[in-house]
């Protein structure tokens, strides 16, 4: 059973850099099996899903490029881990921030169907 699991502060001030981590177990992000593609996705309150980017098995990454400029994913492949960076926060990044698993590569996908695996979801709040 694949099972992945956001962490990180619940809480960020304005400016500063959130660092999200998302811990995959049953299931390895850097060989070609499976899964292949992990990414993060996140929903501000009361508004719809936002793809922010993705990893593949071999590291490369695909962005929003509405995010790019401010957005990076990386991987520690020794912990089976893949990271969220998203610089100078401002309020509007407040969200339910979602790691997910996938077999294809489908750049901007946030239907819940896409992904083969979701984690529960960590709560962002950007607030001074």
């Known amino acids: 059973q694949v099972q992945l699991q956001e962490s990180g502060p619940g809480l960020v001030k304005p400016s500063q850099t959130l660092s999200l981590t998302c811990t995959v177990s049953?299931?390895?992000?850097?060989?070609?099996?499976?899964?292949?593609?992990w990414a993060w996705i996140r929903q501000p309150p009361g508004k719809g899903p936002e793809w922010m980017g993705v990893i593949s098995y071999s590291g490369s990454t695909y962005y929003n490029p509405s995010l790019k400029s401010r957005t990076s994913i990386h991987r520690d492949t020794a912990k089976n881990q893949f990271t969220l960076q998203l610089l100078s926060v401002t309020p509007e990044d407040t969200a339910e921030y979602y790691c997910?698993?996938?077999?294809?590569?489908?750049?901007?996908?946030?239907?819940?169907?896409?992904?083969?695996?979701w984690g529960q979801g960590t709560q962002v709040t950007v607030s001074s």
């Open positions: 997910a698993a996938s077999r294809r590569l489908i750049l901007g996908a946030t239907s819940r169907d896409t992904y083969d695996y």
């Open positions: 049953g299931a390895s992000i850097s060989i070609p099996a499976s899964y292949n593609y």
